[in-house]
C-alpha cells in the first residue's frame, strides 16, 4: 500500500541473478505504517519463485525505520562480494 508521507519509496525489490551459477534471488522490502502511527518494515528473500523468509521490524520514529532500510539495502549492496552477482533493482 503506498504511503505518500515517506521520505523513501514504500516497496523497494532487488533480484539478483546468474543463471551460469544457479543464482536466482529476490530481496523485498515493504515499508508501512499501522493504525498506532508506528513504522513497520517488513523484509522478505529467498530464491526467485519460492515465497522464501519472511521478517518485521517495528520502530515508533520514520528516521529509526528510515536507518533499518538503509542498512538492509547496505548489506545487499555487499552481496556482489560475498555472492559473485550484484543485486539489482528489479
Known amino acids: 500500500m ?5 521520505p523513501w519509496p514504500s ?3 532487488l ?17 508501512s505504517t499501522d493504525l498506532f ?3 513497520i ?4 528473500w529467498g ?9 518485521k521490524a517495528s520502530f515508533s520514529a ?3 525505520a528510515q536507518d533499518f532500510v538503509y542498512g538492509l539495502i547496505r548489506r545487499r549492496a555487499g552481496a556482489e562480494r560475498r555472492i559473485g552477482v550484484p543485486y539489482l533493482c528489479g
Open 11 to 13: 516497496s523497494i525489490s
Open 41 to 44: 518494515v517488513e523484509y522478505r
Open 62 to 64: 520514520a528516521s529509526d
Open 15 to 31: 533480484r539478483a541473478m546468474d543463471p551460469a551459477r544457479n543464482i536466482a534471488r529476490h530481496y523485498q522490502i515493504d515499508v
Open 2 to 6: 503506498p504511503n505518500d508521507s515517506l
Open 47 to 55: 530464491r526467485i519463485g519460492t515465497a522464501g523468509q519472511a521478517r
Open 37 to 39: 502511527g508506528l513504522w
